[in-house]
């Protein structure tokens, strides 16, 4: 791959692979950024859970769609959020962690260990409530 010229004396002198993690690829590059430990960019430790609230608030984006906020869930999502509510009680009450787990994971967990069964009756029933407090 071509590197593009450098703008001054002190970049040209620098190795090939320093070159192309600054940026000076053919037709430039992103500058990968690693925090060690998985670390808080600086903007996350400036800013206090107050000022990040506030900021969100405020109205600051202004091509933002709020077109589907409080919009009432679909019977399929309404499912999909009871049995994973009920997965994850299961799992947990079984030592398991969920974390970062989907859907589809809690669900092929639970089989193996027998516990699917009795969570899709919960919510199922629990679904069912829903549907009919949804009705009147």
């Known amino acids: ?10 970049v040209k002198s620098l190795p090939k692979d320093v070159r192309e993690k600054m940026g000076f690829m053919s037709k430039g590059g992103a500058v990968k950024v690693k925090y060690k ?6 903007t996350e430790n400036t800013m206090t859970k107050d000022i990040a609230r506030q900021t969100a608030a405020s109205g600051n984006q202004p091509n933002a769609d709020y077109s589907g906020y409080k919009k009432p869930k679909t019977p399929k ?3 999909e959020a009871t049995e994973m509510s ?17 859907l589809a994971d809690m669900r ?8 699917y069964d009795d969570a899709l009756s919960l919510a199922r029933e629990d679904y069912q409530k829903e549907m009919d407090n949804r009705k009147g």
């Open 77 to 79: 999502e309404v499912l």
């Open 108 to 115: 092929k967990v639970a089989k193996t260990k027998g516990l």
């Open 86 to 102: 009920r997965l994850t009680s299961a799992l947990k009450k079984a030592e398991i962690a969920t974390k970062n787990m989907s």
């Open 37 to 42: 430990d998985g670390g808080s960019t600086p």
């Open 1 to 10: 791959m071509k590197l593009k010229k450098a703008p001054n004396k002190g």
